[in-house]
């Protein structure tokens, strides 16, 4: 009890006590992860000019992007895209904000009325725009669809942008002009002229052996142009590749089942009676290829163009009921069948009228009919069409929903075989000339009128059984067996050796950002560039990666940090500059002509001649594009010798044997539009690169994870 006192007198300090230890806890956590003190929220993924971009936000659009994109388009593409946009959007806002400017209701309504000028479902019987008809269309979809009105309202705000955007483009080049001293000085530039004699001292003339750089030259260099060398933060990495591919003995277990097939089974190996028909003898092919393989049957028939080409004559040469295999064939094993042969045209010309109904591809929100309504409604064009196959045109102008022939009277020219979907080729292509019908797709009833036929050859129909040609189980257990196996060695031992012994080829990939997502040889491999930037990683580190079909063993290399090139790494691209400047002091030093006749005689080469030349394009014929040699030479007088001049290719000597000033114009208008219309030209090219390039973008996606 007299403990318990003691505690209860001393609760405060206690209290304290236990506080402090909390606050010297928290405290300490914030030191080792100094990003908390000093960085913006975690759920900041931009900062554009002062304005936040939200991680919720953004991660919404990348949502949106990625339904419209399709599976084909990858996470981290579709997240670069919004991105794009996201400071694109921020960046122009500034502006606008700046200067006051928006987009009103009047020209809103011009914007969408341009916008959607074309859309048949918002023209009238003119065939003109009718901004009524899109007052019901955006009500309706208020109505009807939550989803669908909120795409319409991103569209309007896509619109808007547009809209604005151009707006202030267009304010930006209305403030551009030219004027009569730019238009002269254009006209001076393109119109003066002079012909030169020359001697070229080529840099190729000196050996790059006898030039010497080292890499405090190379350094320097760097140094007095950083602006040239900067650069993000890289990884370089190095990665053997284990594939899971089919092995000899996996090919030929796949060639063994189908010879099954090809032969037929009455009493297997073990004496089991399982009875398996020999392909040649089977009725019922369909059914018979579709348990069997991999890839269903197509009944469709095909010419000799539609065969492999490597066994094109073999399998078109076979009579009905002919088998043929296994071969190989675009990653299959194959046993195939001339199921059936026909002679087909090789092409045809039709005309139809379109009916979708609500449901088919083809319908708009303004199809309202069902499928047996849309029945009925060719079926009464068809019977009027046969009474009088004269009306066939208006009765496309007036029913037809496909857009692309009705302007064509509802034809299709002459085309071949499997242009169109089956049911529609299958009519076409199975009828006779004159044949009328109607015939249901995905994209409605189609009331069909063949007009030609053309050139009738044979064609087959042919039955595949196709065998992937895969690795088995032991294969891939042998595969993952050895990448493990590789992979721990690695770790502990020599990568190259490692690999070369096993005959593994490396494979070096240098200058990985940290937003990168594609490995060249692997493609889409983000896993791999956040190993290479994880703050624990170490050079030397080795890990495996799981890819399609395989692994990836890799090894960290290098880690470069954000700020100048180093020495190595830009070594090949300084080291050609720094050499041709030790050449050219090298020519220079040793010369000592001071005409173009001895200088040509010293370096055993010959003086050229070239005319016409201007400051506008500054090339010298036969020694290229030459800036500084051509404008020195416009610093001439007629006649007069110039001093040794470091060129592009070379050192030159230049005299000028003729000067040609342009003709002058009273009135330099013309060539001041000229340049107003040369600053307007790139406007649209680089002015939003320019303001890009001017505003404060704070890129927090790899703090925020949203990469």
Same mark, same amino acid.
């Given at each position: 009890?007299?403990?318990?006192?003691?505690?209860?007198?001393?609760?405060?300090?206690?209290?304290?006590?236990?506080?402090?230890?909390?606050?010297?806890?928290?405290?300490?956590?914030?030191?080792?992860?100094?990003?908390?003190?000093?960085?913006?929220?975690?759920?900041?993924?931009?900062?554009?000019?002062?304005?936040?971009?939200?991680?919720?936000?953004?991660?919404?659009?990348?949502?949106?992007?990625?339904?419209?994109?399709?599976?084909?388009?990858?996470?981290?593409?579709?997240?670069?895209?919004?991105?794009?946009?996201?400071?694109?959007?921020?960046?122009?806002?500034?502006?606008?904000?700046?200067?006051?400017?928006?987009?009103?209701?009047?020209?809103?309504?011009?914007?969408?009325?341009?916008?959607?000028?074309?859309?048949?479902?918002?023209?009238?019987?003119?065939?003109?725009?009718?901004?009524?008809?899109?007052?019901?269309?955006?009500?309706?979809?208020? #109505?009807?669809?939550?989803?669908?009105?909120?795409?319409?309202?991103?569209?309007?705000?896509?619109?808007?942008?547009?809209?604005?955007?151009?707006?202030?483009?267009?304010?930006?080049?209305?403030?551009?002009?030219?004027?009569?001293?730019?238009? #002269?000085?254009?006209?001076?530039?393109?119109?003066?002229?002079?012909?030169?004699?020359?001697?070229?001292?080529?840099?190729?003339?000196?050996?790059?052996?006898?030039?010497?750089?080292?890499?405090? #030259?190379?350094?320097?260099?760097?140094?007095?142009?950083?602006?040239?060398?900067?650069?993000?933060?890289?990884?370089?990495?190095?990665?053997?590749?284990?594939?899971?591919?089919?092995?000899?003995?996996?090919?030929?277990?796949?060639?063994?089942?189908?010879?099954?097939?090809?032969?037929?089974?009455?009493?297997?190996?073990?004496?089991?009676?399982?009875?398996?028909?020999?392909?040649?003898?089977?009725?019922?092919?369909?059914?018979?290829?579709?348990?069997?393989?991999?890839?269903?049957?197509?009944?469709?028939?095909?010419?000799?163009?539609?065969?492999?080409?490597?066994?094109?004559?073999?399998?078109?040469?076979?009579?009905?009921?002919?088998?043929?295999?296994?071969?190989?064939?675009?990653?299959?094993?194959?046993?195939?069948?001339?199921?059936?042969?026909?002679?087909?045209?090789?092409?045809?010309?039709?005309?139809?009228?379109?009916?979708?109904?609500?449901?088919?591809?083809?319908? *708009?929100?303004?199809?309202?009919?069902?499928?047996?309504?849309?029945?009925?409604?060719?079926?009464?064009?068809?019977?009027?069409?046969?009474?009088?196959?004269?009306?066939?045109?208006?009765?496309?102008?007036?029913?037809?929903?496909?857009?692309?022939?009705?302007?064509?009277?509802?034809?299709?020219?002459?085309?071949?075989?499997?242009?169109?979907?089956?049911?529609?080729?299958?009519?076409?292509?199975?009828?006779?000339?004159?044949?009328?019908?109607?015939?249901?797709?995905?994209?409605?009833?189609?009331?069909?009128?063949?007009?030609?036929?053309?050139?009738?050859?044979?064609?087959?129909?042919?039955?595949?059984?196709?065998?992937?040609?895969?690795?088995?189980?032991?294969?891939?257990?042998?595969?993952?067996?050895?990448?493990?196996?590789?992979?721990?060695?690695?770790?502990?031992?020599?990568?190259?050796?490692?690999?070369?012994?096993?005959?593994?080829?490396?494979?070096?990939?240098?200058?990985?950002?940290?937003?990168?997502?594609?490995?060249?040889?692997?493609?889409?491999?983000?896993?791999?560039?956040?190993?290479?930037?994880?703050?624990?990683?170490?050079?030397?580190?080795?890990?495996?990666?799981?890819?399609?079909?395989?692994?990836?063993?890799?090894?960290?290399?290098?880690?470069?940090?954000?700020?100048?090139?180093?020495?190595?790494?830009?070594?090949?691209?300084?080291?050609?500059?720094?050499?041709?400047?030790?050449?050219?002091?090298?020519?220079?030093?040793?010369?000592?002509?001071? *005409?173009?006749?001895?200088?040509?005689?010293?370096?055993?080469?010959?003086?050229?001649?070239?005319?016409?030349?201007?400051?506008?394009?500054?090339?010298?014929?036969?020694?290229?594009?030459?800036?500084?040699?051509?404008?020195?030479?416009?610093?001439?007088?007629?006649?007069?010798?110039?001093?040794?001049?470091?060129?592009?290719?070379?050192?030159?000597?230049?005299?000028?044997?003729?000067?040609?000033?342009?003709?002058?114009?009273?009135?330099?208008?013309?060539?001041?539009?000229?340049? #107003?219309?040369?600053?307007?030209?790139?406007?649209?090219?680089?002015?939003?690169?320019?303001?890009?390039?001017?505003?404060?973008?704070?890129?927090?996606?790899?703090?925020?994870?949203?990469?």
């Amino acid at each position: 009890m007299a403990v318990l006192n003691k505690i209860r007198q001393r609760s405060l300090f206690l209290i304290l006590i236990i506080a402090m230890a909390l606050f010297s806890f928290v405290l300490a956590d914030l030191f080792k992860n100094s990003d908390a003190l000093t960085s913006k929220s975690q759920n900041i993924v931009a900062t554009i000019n002062g304005k936040d971009i939200t991680r919720e936000d953004f991660l919404q659009k990348v949502e949106v992007a990625q339904r419209q994109a399709g599976p084909n388009a990858t996470n981290t593409q579709v997240m670069n895209r919004v991105w794009e946009q996201e400071v694109r959007q921020a960046v122009m806002q500034t502006q606008y904000d700046e200067l006051g400017i928006s987009v009103e209701k009047d020209q809103m309504r011009d914007l969408l009325k341009t916008s959607l000028a074309t859309s048949p479902e918002f023209l009238n019987e003119a065939g003109l725009f009718d901004e009524n008809k899109l007052n019901e269309y955006i009500a309706n979809l208020k #109505e009807t669809s939550k989803q669908g009105y909120a795409s319409w309202v991103n569209y309007e705000k896509s619109v808007a942008a547009n809209g604005l955007q151009q707006n202030y483009f267009n304010l930006v080049k209305a403030g551009l002009t030219g004027t009569l001293a730019e238009g #002269e000085l254009e006209h001076k530039l393109e119109g003066n002229k002079v012909d030169i004699k020359f001697v070229q001292v080529s840099y190729a003339s000196i050996q790059d052996s006898l030039v010497e750089v080292s890499k405090s #030259e190379i350094s320097d260099y760097i140094n007095k142009n950083k602006k040239e060398y900067e650069v993000e933060a890289s990884r370089d990495i190095k990665f053997v590749q284990f594939n899971e591919v089919a092995s000899v003995e996996d090919e030929n277990a796949i060639k063994a089942n189908l010879n099954v097939f090809l032969n037929g089974r009455f009493v297997d190996e073990t004496g089991r009676k399982d009875t398996i028909v020999a392909f040649s003898k089977v009725k019922n092919n369909e059914d018979y290829i579709n348990v069997n393989s991999d890839i269903k049957f197509d009944n469709r028939f095909v010419f000799k163009s539609g065969l492999p080409t490597a066994v094109a004559d073999t399998l078109y040469n076979l009579d009905e009921g002919g088998v043929y295999g296994p071969y190989k064939d675009n990653g299959y094993f194959k046993l195939s069948k001339v199921v059936a042969v026909k002679q087909i045209p090789d092409s045809v010309k039709v005309r139809h009228i379109l009916i979708p109904f609500t449901g088919s591809r083809s319908a *708009t929100p303004e199809v309202t009919q069902t499928e047996a309504e849309a029945k009925v409604t060719a079926d009464s064009l068809l019977a009027v069409i046969k009474s009088d196959r004269s009306k066939f045109p208006e009765l496309v102008k007036e029913f037809s929903s496909d857009k692309g022939s009705v302007e064509k009277e509802g034809r299709y020219d002459w085309h071949p075989y499997n242009t169109m979907v089956p049911e529609f080729n299958d009519f076409e292509f199975e009828g006779k000339t004159g044949d009328l019908g109607v015939v249901k797709t995905v994209f409605g009833f189609h009331v069909i009128e063949i007009e030609g036929q053309k050139d009738k050859v044979k064609a087959v129909q042919i039955g595949t059984i196709a065998r992937e040609i895969e690795p088995s189980e032991a294969t891939t257990a042998k595969v993952f067996r050895d990448a493990s196996n590789f992979e721990i060695k690695a770790g502990e031992g020599d990568f190259e050796a490692l690999a070369k012994e096993g005959s593994y080829t490396i494979r070096p990939v240098n200058g990985i950002k940290i937003l990168d997502e594609n490995i060249p040889g692997v493609g889409n491999q983000r896993p791999i560039v956040r190993w290479a930037f994880e703050e624990d990683a170490e050079v030397g580190a080795v890990k495996r990666f799981n890819i399609p079909n395989g692994y990836v063993i890799a090894q960290l290399v290098a880690q470069h940090k954000a700020g100048i090139m180093s020495v190595e790494d830009a070594t090949a691209k300084v080291l050609p500059r720094v050499r041709k400047e030790k050449k050219a002091k090298m020519i220079r030093d040793r010369v000592s002509a001071k *005409t173009l006749e001895d200088l040509a005689a010293a370096e055993n080469t010959t003086v050229r001649s070239a005319s016409a030349i201007n400051m506008k394009s500054p090339t010298i014929s036969g020694a290229g594009r030459e800036p500084i040699v051509v404008g020195a030479a416009f610093g001439l007088k007629e006649g007069e010798t110039s001093k040794l001049i470091d060129g592009e290719n070379g050192v030159y000597m230049v005299q000028v044997t003729k000067a040609t000033p342009a003709v002058k114009l009273d009135n330099y208008q013309a060539a001041a539009n000229r340049v #107003e219309q040369q600053k307007i030209n790139v406007v649209n090219s680089k002015l939003y690169n320019a303001l890009k390039a001017a505003a404060e973008i704070e890129d927090n996606r790899v703090k925020t994870q949203v990469q």
